[in-house]
């Protein structure tokens, strides 16, 4: 079920969610802000890949202050 994506309801996870979303911190949490988020890391201003190989990361810039609400942390699925 990896990728699929979560809806948090305004009164927070249900508990049979959390098991499954504690998983996923293991295996899908993000690579640059440690959190499980839809879309690109909003931690994330500029990725510059090696030109012989598009899979290795050359350089990283970070936004100095970003969203922090469109992510999904571990303390919140204990």
Do not use: Y
């Not at 979303?21 to 500029?46: N, Y």
């Not at 090696?50 to 999904?72: C, G, H, I, K, Y």
């Amino acid at each position: 079920m990896a990728n699929r994506i979560v809806v948090i309801p305004d009164d927070g996870i249900p508990e049979s969610d959390k098991a499954e979303l504690r998983a996923r911190f293991g295996t899908d949490a993000c690579r640059w802000c440690g959190g499980l988020h839809q879309r690109e890391c909003p931690r994330v201003k500029k990725i510059i890949f090696n030109p012989s190989d598009e899979r290795q990361v050359r350089e990283v810039e970070f936004w100095a202050e970003w969203d922090r609400s469109t992510v999904l942390w571990p303390e919140d699925v204990l």
